[in-house]
Nanobody, 126 residues
Framework: VQLQASGGGLVQAGDSLRLSCAAS????????MGWFRQTPGKEREFVAM????????YYGESVKGRFTISRDNAKNTGYLQMNSLKPEDTAVYYC????????????????????WGQGTQVTVSS
């Protein structure tokens, strides 16, 4: 599957953004989807994941209560709704996918995901 992330931008602290991840080339409903972020000099950080049917969700500690991951398999698209943004949320955000039809699996490590989008920059000013 090919992934394309979009929706990033420059916002002020406290604002909201919604990132999208458009999938093509395979049946998106067969895949777990994850969102990760990375800043220069740091490792890729887990943000959120959702299983193939939306029944299992996990979030990184730093975004719990502020970010919401979702998906629309009919539209082959996943989303990351980001509210109450903070300057420390500034990063390049990547969506990732792993083909897996099991439910309840915790795919929170970047190396679990073989498919990656190109990244979208999110910058939060104070």
């Amino acid at each position: 599957v090919q992934l394309q992330a979009s929706g990033g931008g420059l916002v002020q602290a406290g604002d909201s953004l919604r990132l999208s991840c458009a999938a093509s080339g395979d049946t998106f409903g067969n895949y777990y989807m994850g969102w990760f972020r990375q800043t220069p000099g740091k490792e890729r950080e887990f943000v959120a994941m959702i299983d193939w049917n939306g029944g299992t969700l996990y979030y990184g500690e730093s975004v719990k209560g502020r970010f919401t991951i979702s998906r629309d398999n009919a539209k082959n698209t996943g989303y990351l709704q980001m509210n109450s943004l903070k300057p420390e949320d500034t990063a390049v955000y990547y969506c990732a996918a792993k083909k897996d039809r099991r439910t309840g699996v915790r795919h929170t490590y970047a190396h679990y995901y073989p498919n990656w989008g190109q990244g979208t920059q999110v910058t939060v000013s104070s």
